[in-house]
């Protein structure tokens, strides 16, 4: 019997494939709320979220602001302005979300005043304080 074992395994194959890549247990990954996401640029905006008629849009409409410039150099080599556009963190997790992305994710480290820049945009515009 040897087709009921070859199907089951066919079957194993196509949903392994199909659910992707398993994510290491207990790992947090303050990006998973942003997967699957429908915000992609031109999407309507999320709850909570920045419309594009207040956003820049030469600038994936974020908010103008200072640091807006360096905030979407930044951020855009990694990921859209929509996932930035949809967090309301407190500053605390803007720190950390940033250290992860350094330390975790390989972003490149910036100067610590364009950083400081990129840290006050992003609590000014997106965060759950104000």
């Known amino acids: 019997m040897i087709r009921p074992y070859f ?26 709320a942003a997967r699957g996401s429908p ?7 999320l709850a909570g979220q920045t419309s594009a008629q207040e956003g820049d849009p030469e600038f994936g409409n974020l908010p103008p602001g200072p640091g807006m410039e360096d905030t979407y150099y930044q951020c855009v080599a990694c990921h859209s302005t929509a996932i930035i556009r949809q967090q ?16 975790e994710q390989g972003m490149q480290e910036t100067e610590p005043e364009v950083k400081d820049a990129i840290l006050a945009y992003l609590k000014t515009h997106f965060s759950s304080e104000r």
């Open 88 to 103: 309301h963190l407190t500053d605390a997790r803007w720190d950390y979300l940033w250290t992860w992305m350094v330390e």
């Open 39 to 45: 915000a992609l640029p031109g999407a309507a905006p």
């Open 7 to 32: 199907a089951v395994l066919v079957t194993a194959a196509v949903l392994a494939a199909a659910s992707g890549p398993a994510a290491p247990q207990g790992d947090y990954d303050p990006m998973a």
